[in-house]
DNA sequence: AAGGAAGCCAACCGCCTTTGG
DNA sequence: GCCAAAGGCGGTTGGCTTCCT
């Protein structure tokens, strides 16, 4: 069970003079601020946050009842102690995204940004740092090394042509590395022993469900995909659409119609802001999986990031579904 | 039992993006 | 195109709880 929140919000929260005569509260919410946003939100839902604080009778700013409402009266959270299952899929999810806890929250229904991000600042992360205790003495600390940006792409400095190591594996802390590596090297059985169904298919795919929802799939080369953003598609729908081409469908489950961009570093920015919100393509479509050769026809290590596919698969982003 | 350290987590802060006038 | 307001996000903080000595 969740600790009961912290009562006596009087004693700690603060009173803020927003340039008027109303004064907004901070701090800990108290229970009847709770209940006030509450049934505001069952009677009414959420317009505009401000207009919610307001018209709630609450003397908060609309920022912090969305945020109040979001990470803890929300009536869809799950609560509770983080399962082993949700654990290995934060790690998953992370060593794909980053830092970008509202997407990977995005992928754990019930969970919230900030619930995952405490749990991976403090639990995850400690645990990484403990395994790491007998590795390299040049291990920088973990906790000032976490890799700010997974997937931000390759680095934007590096020359277009130019593979660059996956994000990860520049991590300076090798604890972090070897824990990924070891889940990459077999992240199959992990899941397949925790319930979720594992449906292998042609050229090496493996499609991850739960039930008959579709979560997402590893590639040919055990490259993880990261499943799209969908209100909920099964495994039916999934085969249906991936029947021809997978990484086709995959585009074409997605809405990508917002994708534009024409350089570079516009691209990569979209990927950030597309990549789970319209989902669908996932990082592995960029990653060298063709036979572990790259267009040059020199050799390929797994795990190296191909940015020319990437940018060719990009460029067919805005008007088309994927091109393969 | 007391006190300090560490862990945990709700909430704030500041920045960026989006939206609407 | 500009500006302001609102929304959204990740980083950080502060205080309560639990653990350890």
């Not at 997407?103 to 403090?122: C, H, M, V, Y």
């Not at 300076?172 to 292998?200: F, K, N, R, V, W």
Request: proline share 6%; glycine share 8%; aromatic share 8%.
């Amino acid at each position: 069970m969740r600790k009961p929140d912290r009562m006596n919000p009087s004693a700690n929260s603060s009173l803020k003079n927003n340039g008027g005569d109303n004064k907004l509260r901070k701090g800990l919410w108290s229970p009847e601020e709770d209940d006030k946003l509450m049934s505001y939100m069952m009677n009414n839902g959420h317009g505009c946050w401000s207009d919610v604080a307001r018209n709630a009778g609450l003397q908060r700013c609309g920022k912090s009842c969305r945020l109040r409402w979001i990470n803890y009266l929300r009536p869809d959270l799950k609560r509770g102690a983080f399962s082993l299952q949700e654990e290995e899929l934060i790690i998953h999810f992370h060593s794909l995204l980053g830092n970008r806890w509202s997407q990977i929250a995005a992928r754990l229904p019930g969970r919230t940004d900030n619930e995952i991000k405490n749990f991976w600042n403090s639990t995850i992360k400690k645990r990484m740092k403990n395994s790491s205790s007998d590795s390299s003495p040049n291990a920088s600390d973990s906790s000032s090394s976490d890799h700010k940006d997974a997937n931000t792409g390759p680095g934007l400095n590096n020359s277009p042509h130019e593979k660059v190591p996956i994000p990860f594996l520049l991590d300076p802390a090798p604890a972090i590395q070897s824990l990924i590596l070891d889940y990459m090297m077999d992240p199959i059985s992990p899941l397949e022993q925790s319930g979720y169904t594992i449906q292998s298919l042609p050229q090496g795919r493996e499609i991850i469900g739960e039930g008959t929802q579709y979560l997402g799939e590893y590639g040919e080369f055990g490259e993880a995909l990261v499943p799209p953003l969908l209100e909920n598609i099964s495994l039916e729908e999934h085969h249906l659409k991936t029947e021809s081409n997978p990484y086709e469908s995959k585009a074409n489950i997605s809405n990508l119609n917002t994708f534009s961009g024409d350089n570079i570093d516009n691209n990569f920015d979209n990927l950030r802001k597309t990549g789970s919100t319209y989902g669908g393509f996932g990082v592995g479509n960029f990653w060298n999986n063709n036979n572990n050769t790259n267009h040059n026809g020199e050799d390929a290590k797994i795990g190296e990031w191909d940015l020319e596919e990437f940018m060719r698969d990009v460029s067919s982003f805005p008007f088309h579904d994927f091109q393969c």
